[in-house]
């Protein structure tokens, strides 16, 4: 039912390591545990409304691709194209399973209002063909088995109260998460968007490009209006034309040198991170 192995820090350094059987609850509570997003929960309005996130038929109708992530704070989480969700671990659909592991309060909600969104997702027969095309859930439950359960599911009632509140919410914008991430000072925000500096660099130049273009249309709109008499000796005009001269020299500068200053304090950043890990695995080697 559980994983063949997971990530475990120590001294700052990460390991793979066996799933102890003394301490499944705290595995369970760590796998299904989004206190980054009930850490900013009071601003997911701003990322995705209240309520249950919308089925499998029509993520793929709206030219979402379901990418598979293993983070239950990124499940239901989108870019434009892309929807991420973590498939139903199979100790999910194991009673025997919640009767000995989830035994917390905290667990036990998470755990209610994750497969309460899978019961979102998978309403209709095509919503459990996606599921099983993308390995959301597990291979050997069939759509009658599925019907069977969100019978039983549903037949405990209104959830609202009894699940974490992150489900109170169905899909949220990874591009605002990480906004309001960034305000609250978490440098890599909910989950970083780039994968590199350089990607970092011509994602953000793009507008740049764009603003250019527009500028370029305006001084030339300016220099013709500069020829004609009625706008050559209008004083408003060519203080107006003088102004927006010198926003297009300095506005593009600041822009690019704003964001090489974001991006060598993000390497600053990686690099001390980076340091710290390997400082204790110097240690244990001169050990």
């Not at 390997?278 to 001169?286: K, L, S, T, W």
Request: hydrophobic share 40%.
């Amino acid at each position: 039912l559980l994983p063949a192995s997971r990530r475990s820090f120590s001294d700052k350094i990460c390991h793979i390591v066996h799933i102890n059987t003394s301490t499944v609850g705290d595995y369970v509570a760590e796998e299904l545990s989004v206190k980054k997003l009930n850490s900013i929960h009071d601003w997911l309005w701003l990322a995705g409304r209240p309520g249950t996130p919308r089925s499998l038929s029509y993520q793929q109708s709206s030219s979402r691709e379901i990418i598979i992530d293993e983070r239950a704070d990124i499940h239901l989480v989108w870019v434009p194209g892309r929807m991420f969700l973590k498939p139903i671990p199979r100790y999910l659909l194991d009673h025997d399973f919640w009767t000995r592991h989830i035994t917390s309060q905290d667990t036990h909600m998470s755990a209610l209002g994750f497969l309460r969104s899978y019961v979102a997702l998978i309403q209709y027969e095509s919503d459990f063909r996606i599921a099983k095309e993308k390995h959301l859930i597990p291979d050997y439950v069939t759509w009658e088995a599925w019907v069977d359960f969100v019978d039983q599911f549903l037949g405990l009632g209104d959830l609202t109260t009894k699940v974490n509140k992150r489900y109170h919410y169905g899909e949220l914008r990874l591009s605002r998460l990480n906004k309001v991430c960034w305000i609250q000072g978490r440098v890599r925000g909910h989950k970083f968007p780039y994968q590199t500096y350089g990607e970092m660099l011509s994602m953000n130049m793009a507008p740049i490009g764009a603003a250019t273009v527009y500028i370029a249309i305006v001084l030339t709109a300016i220099q013709v209006g500069l020829a004609t008499p009625q706008l050559a000796n209008n004083s408003a005009f060519q203080q107006a034309s003088y102004g927006f001269t010198v926003f297009s020299i300095i506005a593009p500068a600041g822009f690019t040198v704003a964001v090489l200053i974001v991006i060598f304090f993000l390497f600053i950043y990686n690099w001390r991170a980076t340091m710290k890990t390997r400082q204790p695995d110097a240690e244990n080697r001169q050990k």
